[in-house]
């Protein structure tokens, strides 16, 4: 039994049934849509992507791989004794073998008038599609939140044609993947878009209008600031969906913990995605990685390992590769220090093109990298890193302009990549 139907799901149902074609498989998930990619959330608000092109599979992807989906139904309780998940209906349904996958849901402040209407998150389909139905209707929108789910949530608004600004409580955007300069290029080039960008401060109450106080009519923030707005989306992050997990014997952090297997601490059960606490090959210890591809690779470790075939995760990482009002932007690992101890950080930055190179460097085996304006060489570095190559040798070349596959000695560059001389 499988409990969430997206990514990490998929990737679970792939794995088991290239070992095993024959055993049942049961999936449950709450959203009723078919198999839909959510970094494209932002797209589908815009207009630039219609659900048709957000399908990464088939709606016959199910029946193809003999999986009796329950889906639009929603898994209330498990009794791991008893070996069964409780549904909203009552039901109970047996499993020999379970995975939760049940991913991330929005963190929503306590905020004074947060259910009003014109007041969105922006994390799956249906709050995308109401979003969007919305933006025929108002035109003036306030973000609440800064991080990547807040910038991407601003340019699919902008792009739809409305006026927007974003509200950021810590003093610049993106702070989490991104260190102080890199943040203020995305700013200065969000800005130039038309975005306004308030940091430093939080939405305290949301308004209605004098006529129907039910409907946002603006925000008031921490320091007694109005500001007018037809819509507000909440995209302070995600937090994981692990009330399955609490009050059973199941371990649990900030995401249930799981080890290099995905198995969690009781026989037979597994965890995966953005529910979980799983290896990062980077900080070598266990932590939460809301990502779509981490999220997609423990679930294919995950259903390896239930269908026999003992396999190990790797670990996954911070990875953040986005573009986002024409720039790109790459981060990795440990892009933002606290203390420079131990670290070693190599730079390079040309304003003038917008372009900003970081590598962090421990014992000369690098553990972060930053790419602005310039990421052609993005698949090179993070090969490196993640196979964890001494580059002494050829450190100092890897922010330069030209940085390539010459660059690396010949021998190291025939391992790594099957290349010749």
């Given at each position: 039994?499988?409990?969430?139907?997206?990514?990490?799901?998929?990737?679970?149902?792939?794995?088991?049934?290239?070992i095993d074609?024959?055993?049942?498989?049961?999936?449950?998930?709450?959203?009723?849509?078919?198999?839909?990619?959510?970094?494209?959330?932002?797209?589908?608000?815009?207009?630039?992507?219609?659900?048709?092109?957000?399908?990464?599979?088939?709606?016959?992807f199910w029946?193809?791989?003999?999986?009796?989906?329950?889906?639009?139904?929603?898994?209330?309780?498990?009794?791991?004794?008893?070996?069964?998940?409780?549904?909203?209906?009552?039901?109970?349904?047996?499993?020999g073998?379970?995975?939760?996958?049940?991913?991330?849901?929005?963190?929503?402040?306590?905020?004074?008038g947060?259910?009003?209407?014109?007041?969105?998150?922006?994390?799956?389909?249906?709050?995308?599609?109401?979003?969007?139905?919305?933006?025929?209707?108002?035109?003036?929108?306030?973000?609440?939140?800064?991080?990547?789910?807040?910038?991407?949530?601003?340019?699919?608004?902008?792009?739809?044609?409305?006026?927007?600004?974003?509200?950021?409580?810590?003093?610049?955007?993106?702070?989490?993947?991104?260190?102080?300069?890199?943040?203020?290029?995305?700013?200065?080039?969000?800005?130039?878009?038309?975005?306004?960008?308030?940091?430093?401060?939080?939405v305290?109450?949301?308004?209605?209008?004098?006529?129907?106080?039910?409907?946002?009519?603006?925000?008031?923030?921490?320091?007694?600031?109005?500001?007018?707005?037809?819509?507000?989306v909440?995209?302070?992050?995600?937090?994981?969906?692990?009330?399955?997990?609490?009050?059973?014997?199941?371990?649990?952090?900030?995401?249930?913990?799981?080890?290099?297997?995905?198995?969690?601490?009781?026989?037979?059960?597994?965890?995966?995605?953005?529910?979980a606490?799983?290896?990062?090959?980077?900080?070598?210890?266990?932590?939460?990685?809301?990502?779509?591809?981490?999220?997609?690779?423990?679930?294919?470790?995950?259903?390896?390992?239930?269908?026999?075939?003992?396999?190990?995760?790797?670990?996954?990482?911070?990875?953040?590769?986005?573009?986002?009002?024409?720039?790109?932007?790459?981060?990795v690992?440990?892009?933002v220090?606290?203390?420079?101890?131990?670290y070693?950080?190599?730079?390079?930055?040309?304003?003038?093109?917008?372009?900003?190179?970081?590598i962090?460097?421990?014992?000369?085996?690098?553990?972060?990298?930053?790419?602005?304006?310039?990421?052609?060489?993005?698949?090179?570095?993070?090969?490196?890193?993640?196979?964890?190559?001494?580059?002494?040798?050829?450190?100092?070349?890897?922010?330069?302009?030209?940085?390539?596959?010459?660059?690396?000695?010949?021998?190291?560059?025939?391992?790594?990549?099957?290349?010749?001389?």
């Open positions: 039994m499988i409990v969430g139907g997206s990514v990490g799901a998929i990737g679970a149902v792939e794995a088991i049934r290239e074609p024959l055993g049942t498989i049961t999936v449950i998930s709450a959203e009723p849509f078919p198999q839909y990619s959510r970094p494209m959330v932002a797209s589908y608000v815009s207009g630039e992507a219609t659900l048709e092109k957000m399908k990464y599979r088939d709606d016959q029946e193809k791989n003999k999986v009796q989906a329950l889906v639009g139904r929603k898994a209330m309780t498990i009794d791991l004794a008893g070996r069964y998940v409780v549904l909203d209906r009552g039901d109970k349904i047996s499993f073998k379970l995975l939760i996958a049940t991913g991330g849901k929005p963190l929503v402040p306590k905020t004074e947060v259910g009003k209407d014109g007041v969105f998150t922006f994390t799956d389909l249906t709050n995308a599609e109401n979003l969007r139905a919305k933006l025929k209707e108002g035109r003036t929108a306030v973000v609440i939140g800064g991080g990547l789910i807040g910038v991407s949530v601003a340019e699919a608004l902008v792009k739809s044609g409305a006026k927007v600004t974003i509200v950021e409580l810590r003093d610049r955007i993106l702070d989490l993947i991104l260190d102080e300069v890199a943040s203020k290029i995305v700013e200065k080039v969000i800005s130039e878009s038309g975005v306004a960008v308030v940091t430093g401060q939080t305290q109450r949301i308004l209605g209008k004098s006529g129907d106080s039910r409907v946002v009519s603006g925000i008031v923030l921490a320091n007694g600031e109005e500001m007018p707005c037809d819509l507000v909440i995209a302070i992050g995600v937090v994981p969906r692990t009330e399955l997990a609490v009050g059973t014997d199941l371990r649990v952090n900030n995401g249930v913990i799981v080890d290099r297997f995905m198995r969690t601490n009781i026989p037979d059960v597994y965890a995966c995605g953005d529910v606490e799983a290896y990062d090959f980077i900080f070598e210890t266990n932590r939460l990685l809301p990502l779509w591809p981490v999220a997609h690779l423990g679930g294919r470790v995950a259903g390896l390992n239930m269908a026999g075939k003992k396999t190990e995760y790797p670990g996954g990482t911070l990875m953040s590769a986005l573009k986002y009002f024409g720039l790109p932007v790459i981060s690992g440990m892009t220090l606290e203390k420079s101890n131990g070693e950080v190599l730079v390079d930055h040309r304003p003038a093109g917008n372009v900003y190179k970081k962090v460097l421990k014992n000369d085996v690098m553990v972060g990298m930053t790419l602005v304006g310039n990421i052609e060489r993005a698949g090179i570095i993070f090969h490196l890193m993640k196979n964890r190559v001494n580059v002494r040798q050829f450190k100092r070349e890897l922010v330069s302009e030209d940085f390539g596959l010459i660059n690396i000695p010949a021998p190291l560059r025939k391992k790594l990549f099957m290349m010749g001389d």
